[in-house]
């Protein structure tokens, strides 16, 4: 039975247990019971959002909290939790969110550690459309002053020079923060470029917030990869966040299980590999 959750006290408990192990966990981790209270009530709340829980024998059985797009028919999962009889309590939830969001684009991220979760997308033959490395860096220190004179930053005044660059690489990647819903977000991200022979070549973009930010992408032509530009971006970013917030408690960096050389040089930052990721997509 699946049931449209009104209460925090319901789900959280049991959200919070199962969001703590690894074998259960969804993406994004919460790391305090704060955090997870704070998804349920956004959930409960906001007009876009919505929490359900299914049921079996009136015994909870899992706790899915997922938000939507309408001018986008792209919908994801913030929660995505399962106990037991991981196949069928998952067929119940995502049928459930298909008749509210049919025709949409769902996005359920799990931990690789997850292995019902895994096998479940597998079988179904459901795409999986992000295979990540997590790395994360706690508790940024500060980083040198010294400017980079090939590095600018991106504002909305200069935006649109940037919108082409950019989506040259995210429409082919799928990724939801498209120019198009990376402009409409701006005040929340930082985007720094490298500008050479009158072009950009380059850019990292993140999600910037005090407690935790999340890098986003990082996009090197093809021609300019491997010669440092990379380490410069990464540097710069750390720089200008923590000039901005100080020492931001954490700081996440997907990168692609095939980007050994990214790999190496957010190591080499500061950055410490923390786990794998997949996110998987299903057309409702």
């Not at 209270?37 to 359900?52: G, P």
């Not at 459901?126 to 940024?140: A, G, K, P, R």
């Not at 660059?165 to 429409?171: E, G, L, S, T, W």
Request: glycine share 2%; with cysteine; charged share 30%.
């Amino acid at each position: 039975m699946i049931k449209i959750i009104y209460k925090v006290e319901e789900v959280i408990d049991f959200a919070w247990e199962l969001s703590q192990n690894n074998l259960y966990a969804s993406y994004p981790r919460k790391e305090s019971i704060k955090a997870i209270k704070d998804d349920i009530e956004k959930a409960i709340n906001e007009d876009n959002k919505n929490i359900v829980a299914c049921y079996h024998q009136n015994v909870l059985c899992g706790v899915c909290i997922y938000q939507w797009e309408c001018d986008e028919n792209y919908a994801q999962t913030t929660e995505f939790l399962i106990r037991e009889d991981y196949d069928q309590i998952a067929e119940e939830m995502i049928d459930y969110i298909s008749k509210q969001l049919a025709g949409y684009e769902l996005f359920i991220g799990v931990p690789f550690s997850n292995e019902n979760a895994n096998q479940y997308f597998k079988k179904k033959n459901i795409e999986c459309n992000e295979s990540s490395i997590v790395t994360n860096l706690y508790n940024l220190k500060s980083h040198s002053n010294q400017k980079h004179d090939y590095v600018d930053k991106i504002t909305k005044a200069n935006f649109e020079e940037y919108a082409i660059f950019h989506d040259k690489y995210a429409i082919p990647l799928e990724m939801y923060y498209n120019s198009k819903n990376l402009k409409k977000d701006m005040d929340r991200f930082r985007v720094f470029v490298f500008r050479q022979e009158k072009g950009i070549h380059a850019s990292i973009f993140v999600k910037a917030n005090k407690d935790l930010s999340d890098v986003v992408g990082l996009f090197v032509d093809k021609e300019y990869r491997n010669n440092g530009i990379e380490s410069m971006l990464i540097n710069e970013m750390l720089m200008q966040l923590y000039n901005e917030f100080g020492a931001i408690k954490e700081i996440l960096f997907f990168i692609d299980e095939d980007c050994t050389d990214e790999l190496n040089l957010a190591l080499t930052a500061g950055f410490e590999i923390k786990e794998k990721y997949r996110c998987y997509k299903c057309i409702l």
